[in-house]
T-cell receptor, first 116, second 110 residues
Framework: EAQVTQNPRYLITVTGKKLTVTCSQN?????MSWYRQDPGLGLRQIYY???????DKGDVPEGYKVSRKEKRNFPLILESPSPNQTSLYFC???????????????FGAGSRLTVL | QKEVEQNSGPLSVPEGAIASLNCTYS??????FFWYRQYSGKSPELIMF????GDKEDGRFTAQLNKASQYVSLLIRDSQPSDSATYLC??????????FGKGTTLSVSS
């Protein structure tokens, strides 16, 4: 089954304790992206990657890191989480913009993170 | 700052009615337009996308695009309680990331 898999789905942590949210897709998509979703603010892009070893900042990158060492994986790293990073996080992937069906994002199930 | 605007709602319609959801965007260079549906606590899922001016129909859903007026709409015919969700409009210009609106909450009462 074609899918984007995120882990963990739920996490409660404390301020300053480094954590990684993993994201993996099995569709051979070049493009991958992380979003956070907060009430009243909608989906906001954190980072995205056009391909392996190519990453770029989205609208709200502060406090986050990413890496793209393999095409299928795009982990989101919070080096020193703070309470304002409490949110619902989505990973998504798509084919590149030159192909048909371009930019149709497939989302993971989401990771609900609480930072105390 | 590129913007995508949606009325947050809630938009309430009775079962069987037509629900009309609207979205406006600020960037005239926008090329592709998407509607996603998101149930509470779940991930967004694509309903349909549209590239050209005019209407695109898929079952009970019709997307309408008017580039001159910079709006895109989604019509849901014969609305069902299962259509109750938040509908996200997303807009993309070539070479840039997809920009999402904040979504419109639709409530269909039986």
């Amino acid at each position: 089954e074609a899918q984007v898999t995120q882990n963990p789905r739920y996490l409660i942590t404390v301020t300053g304790k480094k954590l990684t949210v993993t994201c993996s897709q099995n569709m051979n998509h070049e493009y991958m992206s992380w979003y956070r979703q907060d009430p009243g603010l909608g989906l906001r892009q954190i980072y995205y990657s056009m391909n392996v070893e190519v990453t770029d900042k989205g609208d709200v990158p502060e406090g986050y890191k990413v890496s793209r060492k393999e095409k299928r994986n795009f982990p989101l790293i919070l080096e020193s989480p703070s309470p304002n990073q409490t949110s619902l996080y989505f990973c998504a992937s798509s084919r590149p913009s030159t192909s048909s069906g371009a930019n149709v994002l497939t989302f993971g199930a989401g990771s609900r993170l609480t930072v105390l | 700052q590129k913007e995508v605007e949606q009325n947050s709602g809630p938009l309430s319609v009775p079962e069987g009615a037509i629900a009309s959801l609207n979205c406006t965007y600020s960037d005239r260079g926008s090329q592709s337009f998407f509607w996603y549906r998101q149930y509470s606590g779940k991930s967004p899922e694509l309903i349909m996308f549209i590239y050209s001016n005019g209407d695109k129909e898929d079952g009970r859903f019709t997307a309408q695009l008017n580039k001159a007026s910079q709006y895109v709409s989604l019509l849901i015919r014969d609305s069902q309680p299962s259509d109750s969700a938040t509908y996200l409009c997303a807009v993309k210009q070539a070479g840039t990331a997809l920009i999402f609106g904040k979504g419109t909450t639709l409530s269909v009462s039986s």
